[in-house]
Nanobody, 120 residues
């Protein structure tokens, strides 16, 4: 069964914006903290942003001030609004609970992700 579905990626010019969406099953969405991660070719996967059920957010220094993470509990969806995009933001973006093993997922589980390409 598909439990995490990322969407909203695409090709955008530097300075542009995209909004990523992550639709999660109820049990996974109920996790305390959902995170957005990204991985570029030849680089390690990194945590970009996270948000708790109570709305507490975290951002990596590289995206602080440009990205905004949010969640809609009525739609079981977490979003990542990305503004002022830079070529270095190019990566595959994934959503995942910060503690996946507590919600029926192995720690090394990753979905298909959604590709974000920032290029002129």
């Amino acid at each position: 069964q598909v439990q995490l579905v990322e969407s909203g990626g695409g090709l955008v010019q530097p300075g542009g914006s995209l909004r990523l969406s992550c639709a999660a099953s109820g049990s996974i969405f109920n996790s305390n903290s959902m995170g957005w991660y990204r991985q570029a070719p030849g680089k390690q996967r990194e945590l970009v942003a996270s948000i708790t059920r109570g709305g507490t957010t975290y951002y990596a220094d590289s995206v602080k001030g440009r990205f905004t993470i949010s969640r809609d509990n009525t739609k079981n969806t977490v979003y990542l609004q990305m503004n002022s995009l830079k070529p270095e933001d190019t990566a595959v973006y994934y959503c995942k609970p910060r503690s996946p093993q507590l919600y029926g997922l192995p720690t090394d589980y990753w979905g298909q992700g959604t590709q974000v390409t920032v290029s002129s």
